[in-house]
Nanobody, 124 residues
Framework: QVQMVESGGGSVQAGGSLRLSCAASGSGWSPNCLGWFRQAPGKEREAVAAIYTSDNTTYYSDSVKGRFTISKGGAKNTVYRQMNSLKPEDTGVYYC?????????????????WGQGTQVTVSS
């Protein structure tokens, strides 16, 4: 069984920054892809960033491109997301994901494990 443990959410004013981290723990499993989804109030869940663990290829949604950066951590199966220039529309629950699917232009073809979600609130 793999567990995704997230940390780093919180509240910030528009223009501020937050850094989220996530660690995937579980015996004998290494994901091909790590990433983050976001569910804003009243909206569908969307993929916002992903990284292919073998070569660090990344994907960003248009809504966060240029402001968010996803990176792997030094520890195995750890991923970070640096969020800068935050906007009120970035408010939502952010889910860390890990998958063994192949890489696609939009990220991983399949995500096997999801974190419990961490709240990010950006006030204007």
């Amino acid at each position: 069984q793999v567990q995704m443990v997230e940390s780093g959410g919180g509240s910030v004013q528009a223009g501020g920054s937050l850094r989220l981290s996530c660690a995937a723990s579980g015996s004998g499993w290494s994901p091909n892809c790590l990433g983050w989804f976001r569910q804003a109030p009243g909206k569908e869940r969307e993929a916002v960033a992903a990284i292919y663990t073998s070569d660090n290829t990344t994907y960003y949604s248009d809504s966060v491109k240029g402001r968010f950066t996803i990176s792997k951590g030094g520890a195995k199966n750890t991923v970070y997301r640096q969020m800068n220039s935050l906007k009120p529309e970035d408010t939502g629950v952010y889910y860390c994901v890990a998958g063994d699917g192949s890489w696609r232009p939009y990220g991983c073809a399949r995500y096997n494990y999801w974190g419990q979600g961490t709240q990010v609130t950006v006030s204007s």
